[in-house]
Structure formats: structure tokens, C-alpha cells
């Protein structure tokens, strides 16, 4: 099992920027690791995904805005994400797969609507 705990959101205006963690625990060596979002009335979107192997993946409509990163002496990803628009509002999930070959923030949207990922509890971002 993994357990993920995400902080940092909360309400920037636009322009600003934020910076979400996510603690991860558990059975947590060869992680697909990353960030969805999902705002009220739409779809999860996968946002970045980094591998275990250090490969990352973003989203094309916010590569250059938004960066992951890991700190992995403390298990910890982060995803600093800068020039916020008022449409990055959301609640963003951390995720996980384990021992995934392929990693990007699509595959872990997938992972969670076929049951076989985890995800944190959501911290909201809003941007106005």
C-alpha cells in the first residue's frame, strides 16, 4: 500500500504561484508518481507525472508553467507551479502506481478509473 498526503494549496490571484506537496509512505520504491486535478463539473486532467527512473512528463497546455520535482531522502514530490491562471483553479490530487513501466499524469488519471492507483485526499487551489 501507499499512502499519499498532499499540502500548499490555497487561494493566489492570477499571475502568483504555489508549491503542492505530497508526503508519500508505505510500499513507496519504483513509484509512478504525479498530479491530476479535477474542477467542479469537469474531467480529471493529469498535470506531470515523474517516474521512478527520474523521467517526467507534463501535460502540454501547462509544460514551462508547472515543474515536479522530488525530494527522496524525505519521500517528498512537489509540484511548484508558476503564472497561475483563474483555469488552474481546481482540487489537485497527488497520485501513485506502483512499479508502472510508463509514467505521465494521463496514465495515472487511468490508474484511478480502473482502481488500480492511489491517490491523496486533494488540496484546492484557487486562482482569481
Known amino acids: 500500500d501507499v499512502q499519499l498526503v498532499e499540502s500548499g494549496g490555497g487561494s493566489v490571484q492570477a499571475g502568483g504561484s504555489l508549491r503542492l506537496s505530497c508526503t508519500a509512505s508505505?510500499?513507496?520504491?519504483?513509484?509512478?508518481m504525479g498530479w491530476f486535478r479535477q474542477s467542479s463539473g469537469k474531467k480529471r486532467e493529469g498535470v506531470a507525472a515523474?517516474?521512478?527512473?527520474?523521467?517526467?512528463s507534463y501535460s502540454p497546455s501547462l509544460m514551462g508553467r508547472f515543474t515536479i520535482s522530488k525530494d527522496n531522502a524525505e519521500n517528498i514530490l512537489y509540484l511548484q507551479m508558476n503564472s497561475l491562471k483563474p483555469e488552474d483553479t481546481a482540487m489537485y490530487y497527488c497520485?501513485?502506481?506502483?512499479?508502472?513501466?510508463?509514467?505521465?499524469?494521463?496514465?495515472?488519471?487511468?490508474?484511478?478509473?480502473?482502481?488500480?492507483?492511489?491517490r491523496g485526499q486533494g488540496t484546492q487551489v484557487t486562482v482569481s
Open positions: 497520485a501513485a502506481v506502483i512499479q508502472a513501466n510508463y509514467c505521465s499524469g494521463t496514465y495515472l488519471v487511468r490508474a484511478q478509473e480502473r482502481g488500480t492507483g492511489y
Open positions: 508505505g510500499s513507496i520504491s519504483r513509484l509512478c
Open positions: 515523474l517516474h521512478y527512473d527520474g523521467r517526467t
